[in-house]
């Protein structure tokens, strides 16, 4: 399906079509620890203000959003600016089909071009796969050069069930003793 992607930005405009990837995720699945899909208004507004300052994509076949992924602060004090958590959400039927590599490529070297220096993940994850939750997404993470930085057990309950989480971390920069300011883009 990847010859016929092509990376975009995404803007507020792309709401609905995003939240109809996202949706499933959260009312079907616990890759998400949002227990409702938030409105459009909502998804809108998230959109709006990630892309003040950080990248944020989305993956069309034949012109039609089918993943998206974007970039958020890892914290939000002024000394954590070179490291940011990614998301990414592939409409499930078009899962492994190179999508999720095409966003992760196209995003890391944006941030790389904008002086951010580490990626972090943050994936819900079980101490066994269930109807939840696989190890996909880690395995994913994996193939894209991450590597696990930390397991927190038992973070949240969904489904009538206590889920673990990881956050997996990828360098793409040099970790100078005194970094350039990260310039900061706006696709707004």
């Avoid at 998230?46 to 039609?64: F, W």
């Avoid at 958590?85 to 409409?91: A, C, D, G």
């Avoid at 993470?141 to 927190?152: I, K, N, T, W």
């Amino acid at each position: 399906m990847t010859t016929n992607v092509t990376i975009r930005n995404a803007t507020p405009a792309d709401a609905a079509a995003l939240l109809d990837i996202y949706a499933p995720y959260v009312r079907e699945t616990a890759v998400t620890f949002e227990c409702d899909p938030p409105s459009v208004e909502d998804f809108t507004a998230r959109i709006a203000s990630t892309i003040k300052r950080y990248p944020y994509l989305v993956a069309e076949h034949d012109g039609v959003p089918v993943g998206y992924a974007y970039a958020s602060p890892f914290k939000g004090r002024s000394a954590y600016d070179w490291s940011v958590e990614l998301s990414i959400y592939v409409e499930r039927d078009s899962r492994r089909s190179g999508i999720g590599r095409a966003l992760y490529t196209a995003i890391a070297e944006e941030l790389r071009d904008m002086g951010i220096v580490n990626l972090y993940a943050c994936i819900a994850t079980a101490e066994c796969e269930d109807e939840y939750v696989s190890f996909g997404s880690m395995r994913f993470h994996e193939r894209m050069g991450f590597s696990l930085a930390a397991r927190f057990s038992q973070v949240a309950c969904k489904f009538g069930r206590w889920y673990d989480i990881v956050w997996m971390y990828k360098p793409i920069g040099d970790h100078a003793p005194n970094p350039s300011p990260v310039n900061w883009k706006s696709q707004a």
